[in-house]
């Protein structure tokens, strides 16, 4: 589960505060999606921040983790974090880029109130539109989305498949922002692809 190509990206799941099992429904769900062609092989890139032993916010306690459980230190991480997780994941990510390390990509659930900048491309999901809204206030990042209708804050961890709402496809030159309808599930697998390389077994 640990050894990687060197080039081959892997994915860190740093959770929030919660009953594990929710991140275990988490990727269910991810793998329930619809559109999702995520193979047995992006499920072996997955490493789980044991957020049983060590706090969720802890930036320091994740960066070791890293160290501890990746064989292949040159190769590229996404981060999906959640709630509390989302503040320590970007501490982490900072510093694993900090010490030469690529950071593909970083996709935050539910990290109200933390600011979200760095030399990586950044996607957002929120529960409702105003932590959306109010979240990209402390860095829109890239595409995002947002449940319509609201849902739970722990709905949003627990089942990303049977939330929908709103892909927000940011602004460029001459074009507006753009919205797809989809679900959260689809949103995040839709994204890992541009970044988790081949998936197919």
């Known amino acids: ?11 860190i799941i740093c959770p929030g505060i919660h009953e594990s099992q929710l991140t275990q429904n988490f990727l269910e769900g991810l ?16 490493l789980i921040f ?26 590229p991480v996404v981060f999906i974090s959640f ?3 989302v503040a320590g994941a970007i501490v982490a990510a900072w510093e694993w880029q900090r010490l030469g390390r690529e950071v593909r990509a970083f996709i935050a659930i539910d990290g109200w109130g933390v600011p979200l900048y760095g030399d990586f491309l950044i996607h957002r999901l929120s529960h409702d539109y105003f932590t ?13 989305f947002y449940a319509d209708p609201p849902i739970e804050h ?12 709103w892909w ?13 309808f989809t679900t959260a599930a689809q949103f995040i ?13």
Request: aromatic share 8%.
């Open 132 to 144: 959306h809204w109010s979240s990209a206030l402390l860095g829109a990042g890239d595409d995002s």
């Open 50 to 75: 044991p957020t049983q032993d060590y706090p969720a916010y802890s930036g320091v306690h994740i960066l070791e983790f890293l160290q501890l459980h990746t064989s292949q230190l040159t190769a």
């Open 189 to 201: 697998t839709q994204v890992l692809h541009r970044y988790i390389g081949d998936s197919t077994d």
């Open 1 to 11: 589960m640990n050894n990687f190509p060197v080039q081959d990206s892997f994915v």
């Open 83 to 85: 709630s509390a997780g």
């Open 31 to 46: 793998h329930r999606s619809e559109t999702s062609n995520l193979s047995s092989r992006w499920r072996e890139k997955v």
């Open 168 to 180: 927000v496809h940011p602004a460029t030159v001459g074009i507006a922002e753009q919205r797809t």
């Open 154 to 165: 722990l709905d949003l961890w627990r089942s990303p498949d049977v939330c929908k709402g």
